[in-house]
């Protein structure tokens, strides 16, 4: 199945608060794009929008499937799940008094999800070995890398091809960090996962990004082609590889 997501001049907010200006982003099928920016800049808000949780006041959002485009900006949350989008949020979000099992049936609701439960638990114990030894035990006691994994495992419940993950890196340590990374890395290559990932950790993000954009006060002030070619941009030269901001 091809998918493409295809966003141009959004424009996005809360009341008077501007969080997304004039915002142009494509994924290709089969790609991992980085979204990378510092805190506040409508890292958040972006993925939002493509999930459905927050109306852009302008522009365009366009999921294609097969040659089919979907206009995003008109479709409910759950209608975009259905065509095969899932959100990993910010701070995982898992009902910590539910253990393990309860959460991730959690993301299987939808109707089409739900047929499909067996063969998506066992994906998701497969690529998470230890949330299966620990399918019993409260979400809330697990660890917090133990935690980002049940949150992608609960995403993949709901079948998706196209992957939002927001921040896995937040609150993690550093080797748990490169291991949540990795771990996204492998659904991208092993079960061919389209995936938009929001960092703010640059060279975690790069390492298995295949291009990226930073956004700045809501802005895309680059859209790179390659990781080389965002390593070598003077933007993120200031902003994360060591220069004077
Ligand atoms: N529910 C809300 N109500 C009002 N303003 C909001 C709301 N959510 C976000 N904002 C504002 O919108 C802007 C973008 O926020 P957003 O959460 O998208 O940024 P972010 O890049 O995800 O940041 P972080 O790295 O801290 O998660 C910020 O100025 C923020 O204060
Ligand atoms: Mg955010």
New binding site residues.
């Given amino acids: 199945m091809a998918l493409s997501l295809a966003i141009s001049g959004l424009d996005a907010?809360?009341?008077a608060?501007k969080?997304l200006r004039g915002v142009s982003l494509h994924v290709e099928a089969g790609e991992t794009v980085a979204l990378l920016?510092?805190?506040?800049?409508?890292?958040?808000?972006?993925m939002k929008c493509v999930a459905g949780l927050v109306r852009p006041q302008r522009g365009s959002m366009s999921l294609t499937i097969d040659g089919v485009a979907h206009d995003l900006t008109k479709l409910s949350t759950e209608a975009i799940v259905d065509l095969g989008v899932a959100m990993v949020p910010?701070g995982r979000r898992l009902f910590p008094k539910l253990t393990v099992l309860e959460n991730l049936m959690l993301g299987a609701f939808r109707a089409a999800a739900r047929r499909e439960i067996e063969r998506n638990l066992a994906v998701a114990f497969e690529t998470f070995p230890v949330l299966k030894e620990r399918k019993s035990q409260l979400a809330g006691t697990m660890s917090g890398g133990q935690q980002q994994m049940l949150a992608i495992a609960r995403a993949l419940m709901s079948s998706p091809r196209l992957l939002l993950v927001?921040?896995p890196s937040v609150g993690l340590s550093p080797l748990l960090v490169s291991q949540t990374i990795t771990k996204i890395g492998e659904l991208n290559q092993n079960l061919g996962l389209t995936v938009l990932m929001?960092e703010?950790n640059f060279n975690q993000a790069v390492r298995i990004a295949s291009r990226g954009y930073i956004?700045v006060h809501?802005e895309i002030v680059v859209a790179a082609n390659s990781v080389d070619e965002l390593k070598g941009n003077d933007i993120v030269k200031r902003l994360y590889l060591g220069g004077i901001v």
């Fill in positions: 907010g809360y009341g608060v969080a920016g510092t805190n506040g800049n409508g890292k958040s808000t972006l910010e927001d921040e929001a703010q956004i809501g």
